[in-house]
């Protein structure tokens, strides 16, 4: 009972949406980009620390070791030199999206040779071998630790979920598992700390999960937290309650923006402001205010 995540396509504006051929061929737009909404002012300052440690780095620390000469810099092309700093933030991103695509590829490659029935050993013959690579080792190791010491039955993982709710939206969720006796709907996160925007995630994940299949049991939901900072694996369960309440502020956003994406498909092409494409139709257009 483990359905590969299907193909899903992104607009010229950053939207991502996926085809839900059950619903008709309908296009759903993604969880992520309804909690891509979410307001991050954190982010501003963390972008001007990068732009800062990119001047110290390449700019004022060779100065100070001689390996650059004021002469040099100002033959410099100073231009370039101020785009790449106020680029570096977006190299940092890229980066620890690249080591967090690779940690969740292992624990793909991992737990589905545990549903095969190949080997319930991580360090046996029957499981992959995985080229991790040595910088996220330690998150590679923590997760197998973790494994190790509590009882993980694993069900589905990487799996397409829906719902129709807020005029749809749809997702890849991570994993179904039951640990240490209890069934969880999990996200996997690899990031430095949990934010609210991840609680938002795993409400609209958890919604749609047992919307689909009201037959599993859901005990409780929680994060598998693989820090990039600290590279320790801890999990952390939330209760439904908590969840259901999050969810009632993922419905909101998930509603706000099918209205505003059926406004701008109904829009004349300059209005939008998108290239003429061979972007699928949206089929099925979101709910209106009036049909709650």
């Not at 501003?44 to 990119?54: S, Y």
């Not at 991992?110 to 071998?129: C, I, N, T, W, Y």
Request: hydrophobic content about 40%; aromatic content about 12%.
């Amino acid at each position: 009972m483990n359905e590969r995540a299907p193909s899903r396509y992104e607009t010229e504006d950053g939207q991502r949406f996926y085809p839900i051929e059950a619903l008709g061929g309908r296009h759903l737009v993604s969880v992520t980009t309804v909690t891509g909404i979410v307001d991050k002012p954190a982010l501003v300052g963390w972008a001007a620390r990068m732009a800062v440690e990119f001047i110290q780095a390449e700019i004022l620390d060779e100065l100070e070791q001689g390996k650059l000469t004021i002469a040099d810099l100002r033959k410099a092309d100073v231009k370039q030199l101020v785009q790449d700093a106020r680029d570096y933030h977006k190299q940092i991103k890229d980066e620890a999206a690249d080591r967090g695509t690779r940690v969740h590829k292992f624990i793909e490659d991992f737990v589905a040779a545990v549903l095969l029935g190949e080997s319930k050993d991580p360090f046996g013959p029957g499981l992959p071998v995985v080229e991790a690579g040595r910088d996220i080792a330690d998150q590679v190791e923590s997760f197998i630790k973790w494994w190790l010491e509590h009882d993980v039955k694993p069900k589905l993982q990487e799996q397409k979920v829906w719902s129709v709710d807020g005029g749809g939206y749809a997702g890849t969720m991570d994993a179904y598992w039951q640990v240490d006796g209890k069934w969880y709907v999990i996200d996997v996160k690899t990031s430095k700390g949990l934010w609210p925007e991840h609680e938002l995630q795993l409400a609209g994940y958890y919604h749609a999960f047992v919307e689909r299949f009201p037959k599993l049991p859901v005990d409780g939901v929680a994060f598998l937290h693989i820090s990039e900072l600290t590279g320790f694996a801890e999990f952390v369960p939330r209760t439904l309650d908590f969840i259901k309440g999050e969810y009632r502020k993922f419905f909101f956003l998930a509603h706000y923006v099918n209205v505003c994406e059926e406004i701008r498909a109904a829009a004349p092409p300059k209005v939008r402001g998108r290239k003429k494409s061979a972007e699928p139709a949206r089929g099925t257009p979101a709910t209106s205010w009036g049909d709650l």
